[in-house]
């Protein structure tokens, strides 16, 4: 009983702490702590920065992580980085400034930043909490993997497989072919790949559409995005993702955002994520579906 | 007693290790930090689906019967950390505490669920500025 007055006097003295509403930061700036992040450069408590003992789990039993592991990045046959592995993490979720450089804050243009002032006041229109797609770079909270598809003589496609948002996938081709000249505008764009050095794999993307926002903070984005992604697995459990942003309609600039993205435990696969199956998001804060009719 | 040791553990350990299971939603446009509830009922419905898993609980009250809706996290989320559909079964008695809706009536945010033969599940349904929850992912 004692016990239980010490948990509800310490529960008592944390939890206004820990309930308080982040502050909206100034469009571009990097987000507080609060916000998260998948690993970029301006930290966040992502699943990479989590203690060696995880979650205190159910039936009360605590799951016991093991620690990433760190020797040499695995290769394939032909000495091509393998990327293979289950991965968390690897792009931003709260705020895509937090992958900026310290002191860097995002080249928006005046347009821009009207946008995410406007989309502060409506941050439950994020097209992710409708089960929308999260589009490129942006992160989930779970899982995905690398899959490649060869011949006999050499890649053909790259899939990742994405657990979440809704079970998604991205097809990259890994055959020498160049984008097309005109794209018809979609979620994920059109992505051409290849590896530089055996070490690290480029993923060049245009033709997206302008739906998905980059992060809670509604940074936005226009269909001229072209983003380059470069992965690199920097040893066996941390595999790094600079991705360059290239968008003439809602950047002055181009410039790249880091992310960490680590190796899940042993025996851990994708799992099924249907999102719309039964998604009441909404309803407990009495928020209306954007997307709805 | 033992029941409440392990919500005790469980939340203090959380809170130490800034751990915590995850989900796509935002916790705070849902659910009110301030508002917690503590009810004991009967289980009457499991939905193990996405984006949440979601347990109904009938709670008798003066006579009536008011039936809440619990979210938890997704189903993979959960099964990570050792739940199964089965955890929870119709009928079972339990006791939650959580954070109710900020809006909708009988909502809330399960963080810890007791099962009248003493199992103590932790249940986590959040992300970002949870309380008690965990990072945003």
Redesign the interface.
């Known amino acids: 009983?004692r016990?239980?007055f010490?948990?509800t006097g310490?529960?008592a003295l944390?939890?206004?702490l820990?309930?308080?509403?982040?502050q909206a930061p100034a469009p571009g700036a990097p987000a507080g702590q609060?916000?998260?992040?998948?690993g970029g450069r301006g930290g966040?408590?992502?699943?990479g920065?989590?203690?060696p003992?995880?979650?205190?789990?159910?039936?009360?039993?605590?799951?016991r992580r093991a620690p990433t592991p760190t020797g040499p990045a695995p290769r394939l046959p032909d000495g091509t980085v393998d990327l293979n592995g289950l991965w968390?993490?690897g792009g931003p979720?709260?705020s895509i400034a937090q992958g900026l450089e310290q002191g860097e804050t995002l080249p928006l243009l005046p347009k821009s930043k009207e946008i995410m002032t406007d989309r502060a006041t409506r941050?439950?229109d994020d097209p992710?909490?409708w089960?929308m797609p999260m589009g490129v770079p942006r992160?989930?909270?779970?899982p995905f993997r690398f899959v490649q598809n060869y011949t006999h003589k050499a890649p053909t496609h790259m899939f990742i497989v994405h657990?979440?948002?809704i079970h998604s996938f991205r097809q990259i081709f890994m055959d020498g072919r160049k984008h097309p000249a005109e794209l018809d505008p979609t979620w994920f764009g059109h992505s051409i790949g290849w590896f530089d050095n055996k070490d690290t794999l480029v993923i060049d993307t245009v033709g997206f559409n302008d739906k998905f926002w980059f992060d809670?903070q509604g940074t936005p984005h226009t269909e001229q995005l072209h983003t380059i992604e470069r992965w690199t697995r920097v040893n066996e459990g941390t595999l790094r993702n600079e991705v360059t942003i290239e968008d003439p309609g809602a950047f002055s600039r181009p410039f790249t955002t880091t992310w960490t993205a680590r190796l899940a435990g042993p025996g851990?696969e994708i799992?099924?994520?249907?999102?719309?199956?039964?998604?009441?998001?909404?309803?407990?804060?009495?928020?209306k579906n954007p997307f709805a009719n | 007693m033992k029941g409440k040791l392990g919500v005790l553990v469980a939340c203090l350990s959380l809170l130490g290790s800034g751990a915590g299971l995850v989900a796509h939603h935002s916790f705070s446009t849902e659910y009110d930090g301030a508002k917690t509830f503590k009810l004991t009922g009967a289980v009457s419905k499991v939905e193990w689906t996405n984006p949440h898993v979601r347990f109904y609980v009938d709670v008798v009250e003066d006579g009536k019967t008011e039936t809440w809706n619990m979210e938890l996290a997704s189903p993979s989320a959960l099964a990570r950390n050792g739940w199964t559909s089965r955890t929870l079964k119709v009928g079972d008695k339990v006791t939650v505490e959580g954070y109710a809706a900020k809006v909708a009536p009988n909502r809330g945010n399960a963080r810890s669920v007791i099962t009248a033969d003493g199992r103590s599940l932790f249940a986590g349904a959040a992300d970002d500025n949870a309380p008690g929850g965990g990072g945003n992912q």
Request: charged share 15%.
């Open positions: 009983m016990k239980l010490v948990f310490i529960l944390t939890l206004p820990l309930a308080q509403q982040p609060a916000q998260g992040a998948q966040g408590r992502g699943r920065n989590q203690p003992l995880g979650p205190v789990n159910a039936l009360g039993q605590e799951v968390n993490g979720v709260g941050e439950t992710h909490l089960c992160s989930t909270p779970y657990e979440g948002n809670r851990d799992m099924e994520y249907i999102c719309q199956e039964n998604n009441q998001y909404g309803i407990a804060g009495g928020h």
